[in-house]
C-alpha cells in the first residue's frame, strides 16, 4: 500500500508541478516526455524495492 502511494505521489508531483502537459506530450508523440514518465516510475519503483527488502 505505501509503495502505491509513492508510486502515485510521484505522478501526481511530476504531472501537476514539473510538466503539467505529460499526458498531451506523449499522445502527440513525443519520445522524451515518455522517458522521463518511465525513468521516473522505475526510479521509485527501485526505491520502493530497496525499502521493502531492507
Not at 502515485?8 to 502527440?28: G, Q, Y
Not at 516526455?33 to 526505491?47: D, F, K, N, P, T
Amino acid at each position: 500500500a505505501v509503495a502505491l502511494i509513492a508510486q502515485l505521489l510521484a505522478f501526481a508531483l511530476l504531472r501537476f508541478t514539473f510538466m503539467p502537459s505529460i499526458v498531451e506530450r506523449i499522445n502527440n508523440n513525443e519520445i522524451s516526455a515518455g522517458v522521463m514518465l518511465a525513468a521516473m516510475s522505475v526510479a521509485i519503483g527501485l526505491l520502493n524495492a530497496a525499502c521493502m527488502s531492507y
